[in-house]
């Protein structure tokens, strides 16, 4: 048997491929959208992909699978569990529980678990020549290391209103089919730490079915009530490109088979898609950024957080256009095709030559942000989550979600001076930047930020 996890560390998603070298054909479950990946590792074992298959309808990436089999022409296998309002609308080989994929010599049998989604399954996987016992679990977003998957994302990031709770209630009885397995039998889950899709995931890529029986606070609870109440709670803010990604993984939408090679563009067709509307995404260091920077440009650095950082704050039919070196055009643009941003334009390597102003924005020390506590003329803004901010902030700061700063622009008084802060800097740096396009002024970033605040002992609310 061959196998192959694909973490994609931006997304903290991961994805499978597991062959039968015996017979020479492999499987894929839960394909990012930059497929080429999968190729490679085909050629490259002797393999060839003949079946593609999802957990869920996702909404956290948007999925490679039509993609993959565009380029394989694998058969395309998907839930068609979960009622008329969450199948799959185009065409596939529908899976119920109990049904059976066979790849060579393997199989993977469908378990329904419910919860996070109507729709989810698992995928119970036998290599027959070691065992007819099963060896491997594929839970996607059901069971994870630590954890498990969070049922309240299709009441606020699709809106669809009073699934949380009976989205709770279903996880509670499909975790009893998972410890019905034994607890010799491998977890492999679709996410990992730094996932918005769960609270607290573990780092570790992988489980046993036994070792989570004894160590996952989910598992653990046998109160179904104390456990709906606990499973909903503190759950972290739904990043706002999730409903899009759960339209897109549900219809049929164009396809996206190579990554696209963007062009670096000439200063007059920079000026011309700029005067079209164009979204500039300045990809710079957050310190490089507030030294100069194109007014109406959006600072998400080339970091990690990247493509989340672009899903919450970037629309979905305005041109793109970034400014990054040429060495990080090929990630920058597999981060924006992951959540399906595919509209970039161009990219500009620097500011050189544009003919164009720019813009600065102040930074302030710990020191000044101690003297404006209590200064009616000055508002003091916390742009974190709202857990993050009850868990402790700055005296007199007010909370204004960064990644929901454009729906309450109200709630920022245009003639006061502003200071934004959040953890290290780097989503105050995002909200500044937001704030400046939509015409406000004087605004100043606590650079040093919480971080910066707790470091050096300050007094916390």
Known sequence: MFFERIYDESLAQASYIIGCQAKGVAIVIDPKRDVDTYLEVANRNNLEITNVTETHIHADFLSGSRELVAATGASLHLSDEGGSDWQYEFDHIGLKDGDVIKIGN?????????????????????????SDLPIMVFTGDFVFVGDIGRPDLLEKAAGWKGTSEVGAKQMFHSIQRFLALPDY??????????????KALGAVPSSTVGYERIRNWALLQTNEEQFVTELLEGQPEAPTYFAMMKKLNKIERPLLVEVPRIPLLRDQQFQEYQREGAIIIDTRPKDVFVKGHLAGALNIQFKQSFATWAGWTIAYDK????????????????????????????YISGMEGLDLPLQTTEVVSMEEVK??????????????????YEAGHIPGAK???WGRMEQ?????????????????????????????????????????????????GQEVD
Not at 109 to 129: A, C, K, N, Q, R
Request: proline share 4%.
């Open 106 to 130: 393997l199989t993977l049998e469908v378990m329904h678990t419910p919860g996070h989604t109507p729709e989810s399954i698992s995928f119970v996987l036998t290599d027959h020549p070691a």
């Open 185 to 198: 039998v491998q977890l492999w889950p679709g996410h990992g730490a730094g996932s918005s899709c769960g």
């Open 319 to 346: 041109p793109i256009i970034l400014l990054a070196t040429s060495e990080h055009i090929e990630q920058l643009t597999r981060m924006l095709m992951r959540i399906g941003l595919d509209r970039v334009v161009g």
């Open 371 to 388: 003297e404006i506590i209590g200064d009616n003329s000055v508002q003091l803004i916390d742009v974190r989550s709202a857990a993050e």
């Open 399 to 401: 909370n204004i979600m």
């Open 408 to 456: 309450h622009l109200e709630n920022i008084d245009t003639h006061k001076d502003a200071v934004i802060y959040c953890q290290s800097g780097d989503r105050a740096t995002i909200a500044a930047s937001i704030l400046k396009k939509n015409g406000f002024k004087n605004l100043k970033i606590y650079m040093g930020s919480m971080a910066d605040w707790r470091a050096k």
